[in-house]
């Protein structure tokens, strides 16, 4: 008996994970079914990624000459400083400026792409 109540925990647990990986699958295709979430989720992925580089860039040009040998070494001496945060510094605005241009931006390139199937569709 105690074997059988093993088995049937097994089965309930895969049909748990089976049914939160089918949950997640559906977040993913329904945030792709609206764009302007997606434009806005584009926009924090691309802000996460280049708010870095962008703050490293505007300190080594803000920089007196020969403060830093490079980029990276600017990079390093901000992580020395500020630690992995400074690296973020000003992410709020650079975000506020993102987010609204890729929701924009897609909002409008999806809006193009229905007049232009519906264009096509017309035959003309």
């Given at each position: ?50 708010s870095p ?72």
């Open positions: 008996m105690p074997q059988r109540q093993a088995v049937l925990a097994r089965r309930k647990a895969d049909r748990v994970r089976a049914d939160r990986a089918a949950g997640a699958a559906a977040a993913v295709v329904a945030v792709a079914r609206r764009p302007g979430r997606a434009a806005l989720a584009a926009g924090l992925a691309t802000a996460v990624a280049t580089l962008d703050v490293v860039k505007t300190r080594f040009m803000c920089a007196a000459p020969g403060t830093y040998a490079g980029p990276l070494a600017c990079a390093a001496a901000v992580v020395r400083a500020d630690g992995p945060r400074g690296l973020f510094r000003g992410f709020l605005p650079y975000y506020m400026q993102i987010g609204p241009w890729s929701l924009v931006m897609f909002l409008a390139y999806e809006a193009i792409g229905k007049l232009a199937r519906r264009f096509d569709d017309d035959g003309g």
